[in-house]
């Protein structure tokens, strides 16, 4: 059974800084997956936020987090991190992690991942 579990979130002021975690278990080879962190903020849909190539570690993020915020993964632990500087408010969502079988282009829509965490809130109070 696959889970992802994440962790991390919390409740910060603007400006600071979050890292989170996702802990993956009943992957066959987590290094064979592509991994991403999306977010939900109410009443909008789920949006990519960042992901990370299974293999030679290329990195893909959103216009709206580039240069503040840092994906990446220790396929020996098993975990995706994501490292989360100069909060703003609008960053406030539910985060999950997800895993997609590694296809040849690391895709950034929700749809083609594979499995989900739970999510793990981050509210940035202004």
């Known amino acids: 059974q696959v889970q992802l579990v994440e962790s991390g979130g919390g409740l910060v002021q603007a400006g600071a800084s979050l890292s989170l975690s996702c802990v993956a278990s009943?992957?066959?080879?987590?290094?064979?997956?592509?991994m991403g962190w999306f977010r939900q903020a109410p009443g909008k849909e789920r949006e990519f936020v960042a992901a990370i190539r299974w293999i030679g570690g290329s990195v893909y993020y959103a216009d709206s987090v580039k240069d503040r915020f840092t994906i990446s993964r220790e396929n020996a632990k098993n975990t995706l991190y994501l490292q989360m500087s100069n909060l703003k408010p609008e960053d406030t969502a539910v985060y999950y992690c997800?895993?997609?079988?590694?296809?040849?282009?690391?895709?950034?829509?929700?749809?083609?991942?594979?499995?989900w965490g739970q999510g793990t809130q981050v509210t940035v109070s202004s």
């Open positions: 997800a895993a997609q079988f590694a296809a040849a282009m690391v895709p950034t829509r929700s749809s083609a991942y594979h499995y």
């Open positions: 009943g992957l066959v080879f987590f290094n064979n997956y592509h």
